[in-house]
């Protein structure tokens, strides 16, 4: 079941609910007896790389139960993406003593907020009020690391949440019918999330996989010491768009003897990186970029020095300096609130 924009105020209504947007690895917890399977958005079995949450699931579960929710990790007070994807890596490449060490020096923990099975009861079409009791019952004797995500029906503290939670790694609010069945692949859901521009360099772009034209763009922010880091990447260009980047940009393509502050990066900058865990083996070369084009980006939030997820392009800024895109431009989250107060068991 997924979610669908919202804009960036929470709406109100009769039967709505709120929950905190996780930022985190959605997936389908089934559990049958001894047999467990996390299933991530890709279809892929993630128990794998979460031993501990297989484990929590056969001592705290009940022995038939299907779960909605999220895979997260959490350090100090505040939810670490970064430390999740390290879990993520082909099978071969895994290996039992690396996982195993993951789990035991960052565990993560389940957050539920919806059920699709409890016994032998198909809850798919029962309405979500309905699937919110039996998913109370399920998870009456639960504990850490699987909780259930607080949910409420007053609008009021949902906006508190919109407005608190981003300084503890979550991105949003979800909006819910409490009227509506399961839809799997249906974005019947709502989402509430921050929005926000920022004039940013573009300093190098990765092709396309299907015709090599622009794929995404590369953007950078300047840091106080003048270092132009690696922040992030626009895309999800149409073909004609592609097409019509790959022409704007030839003649901004930098050629190997020309000096590039992401292919001679001083000390201690970030820069794109090449085959990672997330590219699975992939090829993510890039070409880079004469570093004096200023884009306007939207995006909904930082990770520490760089875009949580990618970017919206905008528009090209010719009357910008790129020198100007720093990093003080930014807009920082408001409040501070400490995300394990969210994962107290629900009584």
Same mark, same amino acid.
Not at 62 to 68: E, F, G, K, Q, T
Not at 189 to 198: D, P, Q, S
């Given at each position: 079941?997924?979610?669908?924009? %919202?804009?960036?105020?929470?709406?109100?209504? $009769?039967?709505?609910v709120y929950?905190? #947007?996780?930022?985190?690895f959605? &997936?389908?917890? +089934?559990?049958?007896?001894?047999?467990?399977v996390?299933q991530g958005r890709? /279809?892929?079995?993630l &128990?794998?790389a979460f031993?501990?949450?297989?484990d929590a699931?056969?001592?705290?579960l009940?022995?038939?139960?299907?779960?909605?929710g999220?895979?997260?990790i *959490?350090?100090?007070s505040?939810?670490? +993406?970064?430390a999740l994807?390290?879990?993520? %890596?082909?099978?071969?490449?895994a290996?039992?003593?690396?996982?195993?060490a993951?789990?035991?020096?960052?565990p &993560?923990?389940?957050?539920?907020?919806?059920?699709?099975?409890? /016994? !032998?009861?198909?809850?798919?079409?029962?309405?979500? !009020?309905?699937?919110?009791?039996?998913?109370? =019952? =399920?998870?009456?004797?639960? =504990?850490?690391?699987i909780?259930? !995500?607080p949910?409420?029906?007053d609008?009021g503290?949902a906006?508190?949440? +919109?407005?608190?939670?981003?300084?503890?790694g979550?991105?949003? *609010?979800?909006?819910?019918d /409490?009227a @509506?069945?399961?839809?799997?692949g #249906?974005r019947t859901?709502?989402?509430?999330?921050?929005?926000?521009?920022?004039?940013?360099?573009?300093? /190098? +772009?990765?092709?396309? #996989?299907?015709?090599g @034209?622009?794929?995404?763009?590369?953007l950078?922010?300047y840091?106080?010491?003048?270092r132009?880091h690696h922040v992030g990447?626009a895309?999800?260009?149409? &073909?004609?768009?592609?097409a019509?980047?790959t022409?704007?940009?030839?003649?901004?393509v930098v050629s190997?003897t $020309?000096?590039?502050?992401w292919?001679?990066?001083?000390?201690?900058?970030?820069?794109?990186?090449?085959?990672?865990?997330?590219?699975?083996?992939?090829?993510?070369?890039w070409?880079?970029?004469?570093?004096?084009?200023? =884009?306007?980006?939207?995006?909904d939030?930082? @990770?520490?020095?760089?875009?949580?997820?990618?970017?919206?392009?905008?528009r090209?800024?010719?009357?910008?300096?790129?020198?100007?895109c720093?990093?003080?431009q930014?807009?920082?989250?408001?409040?501070?609130?400490?995300?394990?107060?969210?994962?107290?068991p629900?009584?």
């Open positions: 079941m997924l979610a669908a924009p %919202r804009g960036n105020v929470v709406p109100e209504g $009769d039967g709505l929950e905190p #947007k996780w930022d985190g959605r &997936a389908i917890v +089934f559990r049958d007896g001894d047999d467990v996390i890709g /279809g892929d079995d &128990a794998y031993p501990e949450i297989v699931c056969r001592a705290l009940p022995p038939a139960v299907v779960l909605d999220e895979l997260v *959490v350090r100090g505040r939810l670490d +993406f970064e994807g390290a879990r993520i %890596r082909p099978r071969s490449e290996g039992g003593s690396s996982i195993a993951l789990a035991r020096d960052t &993560a923990t389940y957050v539920a907020f919806d059920i699709l099975a409890f /016994g !032998s009861e198909d809850l798919l079409d029962q309405p979500l !009020s309905v699937r919110h009791e039996r998913l109370d =019952a =399920a998870l009456l004797s639960a =504990a850490l690391p909780v259930q !995500s949910r409420t029906s609008p503290r906006r508190t949440w +919109f407005d608190t939670l981003e300084s503890a979550l991105d949003g *609010v979800i909006v819910k /409490g @509506e069945p399961y839809a799997p #249906k859901l709502g989402k509430v999330k921050h929005r926000r521009t920022a004039d940013v360099v573009v300093a /190098g +772009f990765r092709p396309h #996989k299907t015709d @034209e622009v794929g995404s763009l590369l950078g922010l840091d106080d010491g003048g132009l990447v895309s999800g260009f149409s &073909a004609r768009r592609r019509e980047l022409r704007e940009l030839a003649t901004a190997p $020309d000096p590039h502050p292919t001679e990066p001083r000390e201690g900058t970030r820069i794109p990186g090449g085959v990672n865990r997330w590219s699975r083996g992939r090829d993510s070369a070409t880079p970029l004469r570093p004096d084009l200023v =884009a306007e980006v939207a995006y939030q930082m @990770e520490g020095e760089r875009l949580r997820h990618v970017a919206t392009f905008l090209w800024r010719p009357d910008r300096e790129p020198g100007s720093t990093y003080a930014l807009d920082r989250p408001v409040g501070a609130i400490d995300v394990r107060e969210l994962l107290e629900r009584r």
